[in-house]
């Protein structure tokens, strides 16, 4: 399989950078794209995994774990295993991984209660079955700048709560724009 750059893009995020907000950004550009898509589960599971990263980075275990159960509810798809296979991801250990993620972060809802959940945060890494995505993915984290596998950098507020900085303008403006088209259709049903 070619793999597409924005999937390249999404491991450089996950594994080197450890920006997940990007991650989940680049792929679901990707994802929403390519509607059609037969990876297109696959795609959402890869950004419901880098959501659940980031939530729970931040502190937001009950989203993460939230995030986490439906990308592993949606691994069960007859055919998820194989598709993840093909992106060169190991469909047992990921799933493995997931049921072993979702246990801490059980464990980290009741550990907040004790104030004790940051100490428990580690960054996920995706199981990578193929030695040449990985070394793709490696010279691209070089290229870039960043070591591969490199640790996420806590103290980056920037990095940390990317989401509540960032211009949102366009999105709110396509969201007024989405509900005005919507209340325009609904408008004309009614008067037919």
């Known amino acids: 399989m070619t793999y597409p750059s924005a999937y390249i893009d999404y491991l450089v995020y996950f594994h080197a950078e450890r920006d997940y907000f990007?991650?989940?950004?680049?792929?679901?550009?990707?994802?929403?794209?390519?509607?059609?898509?037969?990876?297109?589960?696959?795609?959402?599971?890869?950004?419901?995994?880098?959501?659940?990263?980031?939530?729970?980075?931040?502190?937001?275990?009950?989203?993460?774990?939230?995030?986490?159960n439906q990308a592993r509810n949606r691994m069960?798809?007859?055919?998820?295993?194989?598709?993840?296979?093909?992106?060169?991801?190991?469909?047992?250990?990921?799933?493995?991984?997931?049921?072993?993620?979702l246990a801490k972060l059980e464990i980290a809802i009741t550990a907040l209660q004790q104030e004790s959940a940051a100490d428990m945060y580690e960054d996920p890494n995706l199981p990578i079955a193929d030695p040449t995505l990985e070394q793709l993915c490696k010279e691209e984290a070089e290229r870039r700048?960043?070591?591969?596998?490199?640790?996420?950098?806590l103290q980056d507020a920037a990095l940390i709560n990317k989401h509540?900085?960032?211009?949102?303008?366009?999105?709110?403006?396509?969201?007024?724009?989405?509900?005005?088209?919507?209340?325009?259709?609904?408008?004309?049903?009614?008067?037919e």
């Open 164 to 191: 509540t900085l960032r211009d949102r303008t366009d999105v709110i403006q396509a969201r007024l724009e989405a509900k005005e088209q919507k209340k325009k259709t609904s408008d004309i049903a009614r008067t």
């Open 76 to 101: 069960r798809g007859a055919d998820i295993p194989v598709l993840v296979g093909k992106i060169g991801l190991d469909a047992e250990r990921l799933h493995t991984m997931m049921v072993s993620w």
């Open 22 to 68: 990007e991650c989940h950004e680049v792929m679901e550009e990707y994802w929403k794209e390519h509607p059609d898509d037969s990876y297109k589960d696959v795609w959402h599971i890869c950004i419901q995994l880098a959501v659940t990263a980031y939530h729970e980075r931040r502190g937001n275990v009950a989203g993460a774990f939230k995030m986490l």
């Open 145 to 153: 700048g960043h070591a591969w596998l490199a640790p996420s950098q």
